[in-house]
């Protein structure tokens, strides 16, 4: 039979389990192995014991578990050539040819850089001995789906990514607590959240946390935004509002590319209103604990299809990045998907936010 490898890789999110769990049933109800593949691409440079078969029971009762139960981690050593050839050994040597990859962008180039490099690496394997030919032959395609598990929702090629939905129930479950302790004393709270450059986290928090202001690394505020912040918070206070909370993207930056701290903010509320705001960064809260009732489906709708396409995949298959895009699972070149992620980031560096939040297609959109 087949055999199917699942890893996860980069930075945990909530949803990783149910991915896992639909990857591994829907393989095996289908008769094909699978391997969980521990601590991420860490697991396929080492091999060993960090490469395990999994049986039907072995996933059960993680699809509330947050975190990802077969382990991450970010790999150094796969990003250079040597580590790929020690993964691509250990992957042949168990016969696994076919890969669940549920990661972040930079996870995923990796999975696409091992892809193309497969061939190769698997002619030096046998010419250095290390394995036969009739291995090599066996498994001379590397095929791959991804999966996007990133809490900060950065990636082209889906609306949301695994995670993303849970942090923000955890964003806005803060920004609630945060309001009420806020409004007993007539206070404004920053809060600071993650995303590195990304600020979907940040503005969509915003807008259900129905945050007075935010500040995100696609749309710097202009110049003098001190005085604008200041002054809306100040039209709020006129208006009987006691509580404000303002929202931090942890990438923001200000139109000439510095960035915007929570310190910043905090030191012109206190310039401008002689007000003594509060700091909250949220951190890995935001990452941890169970995942959204909508990570945990779609993740499972996307381990199923992963499942699909790697049984169906041949070496005329073009990998993909399987996401969602209006309630229906969709397919993105690997390539493509990770290229306009890349490029997107670049226009935010250059300051091409129309273009960039243009470029993003869905996720952004009104
Ligand atoms: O990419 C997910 C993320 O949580 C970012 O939002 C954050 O900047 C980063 O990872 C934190 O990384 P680490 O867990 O390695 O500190």
Same mark, same amino acid.
């Given at each position: 039979?087949?055999?199917?490898?699942?890893?996860?890789s980069g930075g945990d999110a909530p949803g990783m389990n149910p991915a896992v769990r639909a990857v591994v049933r829907s393989a095996l109800q289908a008769g094909a192995e699978v391997f969980a593949i521990?601590?991420?691409?860490?697991?396929?440079?080492?091999? *060993?014991?960090?490469?395990?078969?999994?049986?039907?029971?072995?996933?059960?009762?993680?699809?509330?578990?947050?975190?990802?139960v077969i382990g991450t981690a970010r790999c150094q050593e796969f990003r250079d050539r040597g580590g790929r050839r020690r993964a691509a050994l250990n992957l042949v040597r168990h016969g696994i040819d076919?890969?669940?990859?549920?990661?972040?962008? !930079?996870?995923?180039?990796?999975?696409?850089?091992?892809?193309?490099?497969?061939?190769?690496?698997?002619?030096?394997?046998?010419?250095? *001995?290390?394995?036969?030919?009739?291995?090599?032959?066996?498994?001379?395609?590397?095929?791959?789906?991804?999966?996007?598990?990133?809490?900060?929702?950065?990636?082209?090629?889906?609306?949301?990514?695994?995670?993303?939905?849970?942090?923000?129930?955890?964003?806005?479950?803060?920004?609630?607590?945060?309001?009420? /302790?806020?409004?007993?004393?007539?206070?404004?709270?920053?809060?600071?959240?993650?995303?590195?450059?990304?600020? #979907?986290?940040?503005?969509?928090?915003?807008?259900?946390?129905?945050?007075? #202001?935010?500040?995100?690394?696609?749309?710097?505020?202009?110049?003098?935004?001190?005085?604008?912040?200041?002054?809306?918070?100040?039209?709020?206070?006129?208006? !009987?509002?006691?509580?404000?909370?303002?929202?931090?993207?942890?990438?923001?930056?200000?139109?000439?590319?510095?960035?915007? /701290?929570?310190?910043?903010?905090?030191?012109?509320?206190?310039?401008?209103?002689?007000?003594?705001?509060?700091? /909250?960064?949220?951190?890995?809260?935001?990452? !941890?604990?169970?995942?959204?009732? #909508?990570?945990?489906?779609?993740?499972?709708?996307?381990?199923?299809?992963?499942?699909?396409?790697?049984?169906?995949?041949?070496?005329?298959?073009?990998?993909?990045?399987?996401?969602?895009?209006?309630?229906?699972?969709?397919?993105?070149?690997?390539?493509?998907?990770?290229?306009?992620?890349?490029?997107?980031?670049?226009?935010?560096?250059?300051?091409?936010?129309?273009?960039?939040?243009?470029?993003?297609?869905?996720?952004?959109?009104?």
């Amino acid at each position: 039979p087949p055999r199917i490898g699942v890893l996860t890789s980069g930075g945990d999110a909530p949803g990783m389990n149910p991915a896992v769990r639909a990857v591994v049933r829907s393989a095996l109800q289908a008769g094909a192995e699978v391997f969980a593949i521990r601590e991420g691409w860490q697991g396929a440079v080492e091999g *060993g014991d960090d490469i395990v078969a999994l049986d039907w029971d072995d996933v059960s009762g993680i699809m509330h578990r947050g975190g990802t139960v077969i382990g991450t981690a970010r790999c150094q050593e796969f990003r250079d050539r040597g580590g790929r050839r020690r993964a691509a050994l250990n992957l042949v040597r168990h016969g696994i040819d076919r890969l669940a990859v549920i990661g972040g962008d !930079g996870s995923l180039t990796g999975a696409d850089l091992l892809r193309q490099e497969w061939p190769e690496l698997l002619a030096e394997l046998v010419a250095a *001995g290390e394995i036969d030919e009739d291995m090599a032959r066996a498994h001379r395609n590397l095929m791959i789906a991804g999966l996007v598990g990133s809490i900060d929702n950065d990636m082209v090629g889906t609306d949301m990514t695994i995670g993303t939905d849970s942090a923000l129930h955890r964003i806005i479950d803060a920004v609630d607590a945060i309001s009420s /302790t806020a409004a007993s004393h007539q206070r404004t709270f920053i809060v600071e959240v993650m995303g590195r450059e990304c600020g #979907y986290l940040a503005l969509t928090g915003a807008v259900a946390g129905g945050a007075a #202001y935010t500040f995100i690394p696609e749309a710097p505020p202009a110049d003098g935004w001190q005085q604008h912040m200041c002054e809306l918070i100040q039209r709020g206070r006129e208006a !009987g509002r006691r509580d404000s909370v303002i929202i931090v993207a942890e990438g923001a930056r200000d139109r000439s590319g510095r960035p915007i /701290t929570s310190a910043d903010v905090r030191q012109a509320l206190k310039d401008n209103l002689g007000q003594d705001a509060r700091i /909250t960064i949220l951190g890995h809260v935001q990452r !941890g604990g169970t995942p959204s009732a #909508y990570d945990r489906w779609m993740s499972s709708l996307l381990g199923v299809s992963a499942t699909e396409d790697l049984l169906a995949a041949d070496s005329t298959s073009v990998p993909s990045v399987l996401g969602i895009h209006r309630n229906a699972v969709i397919r993105t070149p690997l390539i493509e998907a990770v290229q306009q992620t890349r490029a997107i980031a670049s226009m935010v560096a250059a300051h091409d936010f129309e273009g960039a939040v243009a470029a993003r297609g869905v996720g952004f959109s009104r």
